[in-house]
């Protein structure tokens, strides 16, 4: 059964996450974008309204956020700002690959931390020299008696520097690939972390993005949350888990230039009439407002999957490609519906186009997302429809006709090379369309073909 109304707990939830949005993040984004800066006063305030950390499980004590709440949070934040809201959530990236471990000490320890005080953890797989291939990473993870000694550097890790905690994964042997991924949980004020300046950035600069170099870091073997071998796929099962989030940051900021465009166009005059009067003005509209909707419906769909335990990696795929292109679009097209202004820094247009092009890159970028997307489709997806050799493609004879039925001896034969379909008890000798020989027809009865699924 479909249903796509709210609890009434959501609605609430959604609520309190727009108050929260406009009261204290709206006001300061400007401000903190130009300065470059995280204000995290506002960090520490979502995290005290419960904001936060919101996806850890009732029976550590967090909320039990599902991810279809997570994503009703993550559109209404970055409707206000992409840059705090991607600080403000991190803390859901970071620890998600802790929910995901097995190791429930380590899930104890670090839960109750997040969760009794203002604590954050960052997300770290990608390095100066690899984002895309999590399987080349080179940042290494030593053995030594109850330890692993972790030497190498973490690169654009989110939070990076305002963190206390990291989930950061290394490999046992950059030789082996997938086979050598391991994961640990770090803490930031351990001997040999250091931190780089921040990136200087062309948008979400409310967000921090450094890097972190690790120099003899011990960390002790109870902080471990894969194994060696287990790491890549943690870090693969978190990003099916986040990936819903990204697009719904994408449709929070979609929205807002979309609401933006039409009280722009209601009140913008040219010809002596209101732009919103003109058709091409309200034919952009009505495209923003339907991809809107259809990237939170997918939005929502891939959560509605990860919360039913279902795998959600393909949708989630879907949802952040389809939102993240569909989303850079609507702001696109807001910024032509306010001409010149649109172009400047006095309107805020400009801000939602920088911070929107992130979303294409980061957890993943649209290539990879296409990558798992075709491999998905042309290696596990069950087609419906037979193959095109066994397709019943009858044009010379009616399928129905008593005379043609397969069961009384009637015989197609259908040439692989070019689909003709020749009736009778033998192939023809050649095909008379492409003159391939005997060998390339086969036989296709009206009825062949009905797959299983
Ligand atoms: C602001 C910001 C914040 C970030 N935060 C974090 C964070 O908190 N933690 C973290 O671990 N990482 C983070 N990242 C890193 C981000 O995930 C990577 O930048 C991203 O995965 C791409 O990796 P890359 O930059 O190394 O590009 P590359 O992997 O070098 O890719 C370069 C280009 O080649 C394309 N490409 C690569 N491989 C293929 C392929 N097989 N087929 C087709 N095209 C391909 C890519 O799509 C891209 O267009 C952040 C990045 C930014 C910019």
């Known amino acids: 059964m479909l249903n796509f109304s709210l609890t009434s707990e959501q609605l609430d939830l959604q609520q309190k996450a727009r108050e929260f949005a406009l009261k204290e993040i709206l006001p300061v984004a400007w401000y903190y974008d130009e300065k470059d800066e995280t204000p995290v006063p506002v960090l520490n305030k979502a995290y005290k309204a419960g904001l936060m950390n919101g996806t850890i499980p009732k029976k550590y004590g967090g909320n039990g956020h599902t991810l279809l709440d997570g994503v009703i949070i993550t559109e209404e934040m970055a409707a206000a700002c992409a840059g705090l809201c991607t600080s403000i959530f991190d803390n859901s990236l970071g620890l998600e690959p802790v929910i995901l471990s097995e190791n429930e000490p380590l899930k104890k320890k670090y839960y109750e931390k997040v969760l009794n005080d203002f604590k954050l953890i960052c997300f770290a797989t990608s390095e100066p020299t690899m984002g895309s291939d999590v399987a080349g990473i080179r940042c290494l993870a030593k053995e030594d008696g109850d330890s692993y000694i972790l030497n190498g550097t973490k690169y654009w890790i989110t939070n990076g520097g305002i963190a206390d905690y990291m989930s950061i994964f290394a490999t046992v042997d950059p030789e082996s690939r997938?086979?050598?991924?391991?994961?640990?949980?770090?803490?930031?004020?351990?001997?040999?972390?250091?931190?780089?300046?921040?990136?200087?950035?062309?948008?979400?600069?409310?967000?921090?993005?450094?890097?972190?170099?690790?120099?003899?870091?011990?960390?002790?073997?109870?902080?471990?949350?894969?194994?060696?071998?287990?790491?890549?796929?943690?870090?693969?099962?978190?990003?099916?888990?986040?990936?819903?989030?990204?697009?719904?940051?994408?449709?929070?900021?979609?929205?807002?230039?979309?609401?933006?465009?039409?009280?722009?166009?209601?009140?913008?005059?040219?010809?002596?009439?209101?732009?919103?009067?003109?058709?091409?003005?309200?034919?952009?509209?009505?495209?923003?407002?339907?991809?809107?909707?259809?990237?939170?419906?997918?939005?929502?769909?891939?959560?509605?999957?990860?919360?039913?335990?279902?795998?959600?990696?393909?949708?989630?795929s879907i949802a952040k490609l389809y939102s993240t292109d569909e989303a850079l679009g609507v702001v696109n097209e807001a910024l032509q519906i306010f001409g010149g202004y649109g172009y400047t820094k006095m309107f805020p247009i400009e801000k939602l186009m920088r911070d929107m092009r992130l979303f294409k890159i980061y957890e993943g970028t649209s290539e990879i997302q296409r990558t798992i997307i075709s491999a998905h489709a042309m290696n596990v997806y069950k087609p419906v429809m037979p193959q095109l050799e066994d397709l019943p493609l009858h044009r010379e004879k009616d399928p129905m006709d008593f005379e043609f039925q397969a069961?009384?001896?009637?015989?197609?034969?259908?040439?692989?090379?070019?689909?003709?379909?020749?009736?009778?008890?033998?192939?023809?000798?050649e095909c008379p369309y492409c003159f391939f020989p005997k060998p390339a027809f086969k036989k296709v009865p009206p009825n062949v073909g009905v797959q299983k699924n």
């Not at 309200?282 to 929502?300: C, F, G, N, P």
């Not at 009384?408 to 192939?427: A, D």
């Open 178 to 316: 997938h086979k050598g991924i391991c994961g640990f949980v770090v803490e930031k004020n351990w001997e040999g972390v250091s931190v780089s300046p921040k990136i200087p950035k062309l948008g979400q600069r409310c967000s921090n993005t450094v890097g972190i170099k690790l120099d003899n870091v011990r960390v002790p073997k109870e902080n471990m949350l894969a194994p060696p071998g287990e790491g890549f796929d943690l870090a693969m099962k978190t990003f099916a888990r986040t990936r819903p989030a990204i697009g719904a940051f994408a449709v929070g900021v979609a929205r807002s230039a979309m609401e933006f465009a039409i009280d722009y166009s209601k009140k913008r005059q040219a010809f002596g009439v209101n732009i919103g009067n003109f058709q091409a003005i309200q034919h952009k509209i009505a495209d923003m407002y339907q991809k809107v909707e259809t990237s939170r419906l997918l939005v929502w769909k891939a959560a509605w999957e990860a919360d039913n335990g279902f795998d959600p990696t393909i949708s989630a």
């Open 407 to 429: 069961d009384k001896g009637t015989i197609s034969w259908r040439c692989r090379i070019c689909g003709h379909i020749h009736y009778g008890e033998e192939p023809p000798e």
